[in-house]
């Protein structure tokens, strides 16, 4: 059963426009979450957070916005560059678990 | 700070082989976990230490599966016998206290390929 889905699995998008990522989860005790930027051959690196007592977040180009009632949360990119062609995850983490729930990832072309 | 680092990067093994997988978690980090990546399931936590002793191995996928942490700058996580179903990208992550939400610093992984 996966916790945290992100339903889409690929994205393209032209530069310089809007990139939004989804991510949706089911467990409402989920109370802190985070986006993971891989690139090919390389590990996750974090990107962003956002708490759960918190809607959004900001850090420079990457926003990431939480709704609560919908148990969604997203990723917006603006604008969007080559370089931020690489593979999302999404993640969930529980202070009843103390475990982080990745999603299966979305993979961003930002074509120029 | 040379990060979290593992080894071997690519591991390419015939079906009944032992596979040992092996991480140096970032010094001060008291927390390591294991992840696999597949196309279907994403990133799955396999096991995770915390000061080297394992908290939860509920996603370890069955008995063939072990993993271990001898000290605080090393863990390894070992499949025996492989399947060909076993591969995957495994990576290792460090963190320090896990109830501040910690953010997880990853490796580089390991493609593990099983023929």
């Known amino acids: 059963d996966q916790q945290v889905k992100q339903n889409s699995p690929s994205l393209s998008v032209q530069e310089g426009r809007i990139s939004i990522l989804n991510c949706d989860y089911t467990?409402?005790?989920?109370?802190?979450f985070l986006w993971y930027k891989k690139y090919p051959a390389e590990g996750p690196t974090f990107l962003i957070s956002i708490s759960s007592i918190k809607d959004k977040n900001e850090d420079g180009r990457f926003t990431v916005f939480l709704n609560k009632s919908a148990k969604h949360l997203s990723l917006h990119i603006v604008p969007s560059q080559p370089g931020d062609s690489a593979v999302y995850f999404c993640?969930?983490?529980?202070?009843?678990?103390?475990?982080?729930?990745f999603g299966t990832g979305t993979r961003l072309k930002v074509l120029a | 700070d040379a990060g979290v680092i593992q080894s071997p990067r690519h591991e390419v093994t015939e079906m009944g082989q032992e596979v040992t997988l092996r991480c140096k978690p970032i010094s001060g980090h008291d927390y390591l976990f294991w992840y696999r990546q597949t196309m279907m399931r994403g990133l799955e936590l396999l096991i995770y230490f915390n000061n080297n002793v394992p908290i939860d191995d509920s996603g370890m996928p069955e008995d063939r599966f072990s993993a271990k942490m001898p000290n605080a700058s090393f863990s390894t996580l070992k499949i025996q016998p492989s399947e060909p179903r076993d591969s995957a990208v495994y990576f290792c992550?460090?963190?320090?206290?896990?109830?501040?939400?910690?953010?997880?610093?990853f490796g580089s992984g390991t493609q593990l390929s099983v023929l």
């Open positions: 992550a460090s963190s320090l206290d896990r109830a501040l939400n910690e953010k997880l610093f």
């Open positions: 467990n409402s005790m989920f109370d802190y």
């Open positions: 993640a969930a983490w529980s202070s009843g678990t103390y475990k982080y729930i």
